[in-house]
Each structure stands twice: as C-alpha cells, then as structure tokens.
C-alpha cells in the first residue's frame, strides 16, 4: 500500500476514520487483535483523530468484523467473484462500504459508496475503483427495491449468514438452545455491549460516584443484581478522564464478572490465591471487599499484564495484592497455604463475544478442546492450593457446557471429597440453580458467565 498522502494531494480528503478502520481489517485478518491493532493506529494518528472521529473509527472497524459473514453473503451475491476469492485488500474495502450502506444508517448512501471509491484510488486499488463504485451501487439499488440475497435454507447454516457467526458456533447454539433463544443469544453477539463500572467501596459510595457522574451530565443507573455496580447510560470518551478515575473511586467491570468474587466470601487476613489474574478486575475486587487487609497472590504467566495489574492496584489504593509472574499449573510453593482460591480459567469466551469483535473469527473446536485440558489441569492444582477449611471458586466467561458444568462433575468424581457451595438466595433466583452460575446474554441481560465455589468436605 501506498504511504499517506501529504495534506493538499489529491488523495488528502479521503476520509482518516475509513482509512484506519481500512488497516485495521488488514491487520485483523494478518492475526492482529483488533483493539491491539486499533490503539496502535490512534496513537499513530494523535490529534489528527477527534474524539468524533475515533467514535465512527470504532464503529466501522468493530462492526465490519463482526459481520463479516453477513457482509460476504451480500458479496457473494451482488459480486462478479465470490468473497473468498476477492483480492483480500478489496475484500475489506468492500466490507468497510457495505457495513455503511447496510448498518450505518445515519450515513448517507452516497458517503458511503464515494469515500470507498476514493481509498480505493488513493492507496493501490485505483484499477478496482469502478468495482468498488459498481458493487456498492448494485447493493443500493438491491436495498432500494427492499431486495435482500436469499438465506440458506438449513437452519444452522441460515442462523450462522443472518447474524454473521461461523458454523460451528450457530451449530453448538441450536443444541443447546431453542431456536428462538439461539436467534436471541447470535443477535446479541452483534451489538456493540453495556459499560458498567464497579464502585471502589474503599474510596467512595455508589451515591458519591453517581453524584460526580450526574454533576458532568452523565447520569449512571443503578444495576439490581451488582449492589456496587453503576450502568453508563449512554457513550463517553476516555474513560481515564472521568470522574473519579484518578482517585481511584471505580472500576469497568461487567455486571457478570462483578458476581464471581463475592461467592469467595474472602475476609480481612484471609490467604487468597488468584490464577490466571490479570488484568486484575477481580483481583482488585476481592482486595475491596477484604477491605486490603490480608495477602493477595495474583499469579499470571504474562509479566506485561501483570504490570497492568499493579498500575489498576495503585490507582484503586489497593496494597494487599502481591503479584507473581508464574505458571499457574505448576505452584508447589503455594501449596496448602491459602484460605480462597479464584481460578478464571482462560476459555473460550462465547459469553463475552460482543465485547471480543475478532473473537468468534479466531475460535476454532480444536481450540475449545485444548482450552478444556488446560482447565483440568489447572483446578487440579488450584484444589492443592486450599487449606483445609478454605474454599475455591471456579469461573469462566463461556457458556460452553464442557467448559462449565462438565469440568466440574469431572472435578467432583476424581475428587469425591470436595463439594459445590449453595448460590446466595438471590443468585438462585436469578439463574435458577442452587450451586452453579449460569449466566446467558439474552436471559440476564450481561455476559454470558459461570461460577461455582467449592469446598473440602470436612
């Protein structure tokens, strides 16, 4: 690709926004995660992004992948060659125009289509400029007409094009759900999810950070199954430069997640043990509710996650977390002394798919299979942590059976002398079981999410 022009070339008004996002695509599909791939290009770019700019960057760039399916379905349609044997680098240009013709709305039909045609002249598709220009006219005149390219007939592969999901995954979906749920849980995976914040309790009161929100127009909203939980209400920028970040009076934590620790029941001078820590969301949450007396062990086998970690401790004020750069399978040292032990065991992540846009492109049955051994292995360490007496939680963001339920009832016949701890009345009520979490997108409004505390039977 060419470099950037120079401002005043003839190529200088091709919109920045459309161009990042462009990159982004290519260097999603060269293996890039795309929020790694998108900070890179902001940085890149500075001041020559606003904060209106980077919004519609966002935007273009998350939801061009994550429909991607949905996207080729219409290339295949209206195209002289198939998705898959288009030029990769006109393919994502022409997923970046149809996203806008298709889901951005607010965006005129003419911008879209003419911005695309002008990247394609600017940096090395001059030759397919009028494919560019051809292919989105045909897709406005098909939307015109209210015409739309046919669905597959079969049911698996008619949820995977409509909701844009590989099929594998609408496969795994329809088994475990009814049809209606499994259309639900695939739309929900497509739109862009809910900021939630968890308030720091050792710094400030849930009515304090709502006030300091309110008092800058941004009201937040109480969240009924997280007490310390606050909702943003609508976008905001920078979450650094927000009320009460600085002084360390709150935490981006989905509701979900801010469900697991509590079930630890961790108390001032408590032992706790967390694998698998960073970037330290619930780590930070049990130093809270601890109230930063006793000992946090945060192990993680990424040195650079774990600083990250201690620089959300600090801002948070937060002293009782030690952190130990470690694999979390093999801790010999650590055996026996603690009196809680936090396993967020790496997973899939199909409850957290919205939040994770690259996500379901990455994912593979092959790679669920491996994540499953290595979850068996690490609650066979994590049980040699407990001393007698302690208690183990158990969670992932998945909603994968084999991931959940199975590697538990697994655990529970090796280990016929440990048992699952009763959920809180409310928890109970809210998934309808009385020792697992079990928590889906379309049916609790959240990430899809599992816990379960054990404990040494005594």
């Not at 979450?239 to 961790?266: E, I, N």
């Not at 600090?314 to 040292?333: K, N, Y």
């Amino acid at each position: 690709m060419r470099p950037e022009p120079k401002p005043g070339s003839s190529a200088g008004e091709v919109s920045l926004p459309r161009l990042v996002a462009w990159k982004v695509l290519r260097s999603v599909a060269a293996g890039a995660f795309a929020d790694v791939a998108l900070e890179r290009e902001f940085r890149r770019h500075g001041s020559r992004l606003g904060a209106a700019d980077r919004a519609l960057t966002m935007e273009l760039t998350y939801g061009s992948i994550r429909q991607r399916r949905l996207l080729d379905h219409w290339l295949d349609y209206c195209g002289a060659l198939p998705a898959q044997q288009q030029p990769p680098t006109l393919r994502w240009l022409l997923h970046l125009g149809l996203y806008q013709l298709l889901f951005a709305h607010r965006i005129p039909e003419a911008v879209a289509v003419s911005s695309s045609v002008e990247l394609a002249k600017a940096y090395g598709l001059g030759r397919l400029a009028s494919v560019v220009n051809g292919l989105l006219r045909t897709v406005v005149r098909c939307r015109q007409r209210q015409e739309k390219p046919p669905l597959p007939p079969q049911a698996t592969t008619r949820l995977a094009v409509q909701h844009s999901l590989p099929d594998w995954l609408a496969d795994l979906l329809l088994h475990w759900l009814p049809e209606g749920e499994a259309v639900a849980f695939a739309g929900l995976t497509n739109q862009p999810p809910h900021l939630d914040l968890r308030v720091n309790r050792l710094r400030a009161s849930v009515a304090e950070v709502q006030a300091a929100w309110a008092a800058v127009d941004q009201p937040l909203l109480p969240i009924a199954m997280a007490p310390q939980g606050l909702q943003l209400s609508r976008g905001v920028g920078a979450m650094a430069r927000q009320p009460g970040y600085s002084t360390g009076q709150w935490s981006v934590q989905d509701r979900a997640a801010q469900l697991v620790t509590p079930l630890l029941q961790p108390q001032p001078g408590h032992v706790v043990v967390d694998l698998c820590a960073a970037p330290g969301g619930k780590t930070t949450h049990m130093a809270e509710l601890m109230e930063d007396q006793g000992r946090i062990v945060a192990v993680d086998r990424s040195a650079a996650r774990l600083r990250r970690l201690q620089r959300n401790a600090r801002r948070l004020g937060l002293r009782s977390i030690q952190t130990r750069c470690a694999d979390a399978r093999t801790l010999p040292h650590l055996h026996g002394c603690a009196d809680r032990v936090l396993l967020d065991a790496p997973c899939s992540g199909l409850g957290t798919l919205a939040r994770h846009a690259c996500a379901r492109w990455r994912l593979s049955p092959v790679d669920i299979a491996e994540m499953q051994v290595l979850q068996r292995q690490l609650l066979n360490e994590a049980l040699r942590l407990v001393r007698p007496g302690g208690r183990l939680v158990y969670s992932t963001c998945t909603v994968h059976p084999a991931e959940n339920q199975a590697q538990i009832e697994s655990l529970l016949n090796r280990h016929p002398h440990w048992r699952p701890c009763l959920l809180p009345e409310a928890l109970r009520r809210l998934c309808g079981h009385s020792t697992q979490l079990r928590l889906w997108p379309q049916r609790h409004g959240c990430d899809g999410f599992f816990a379960v505390a054990l404990e040494p039977v005594t």
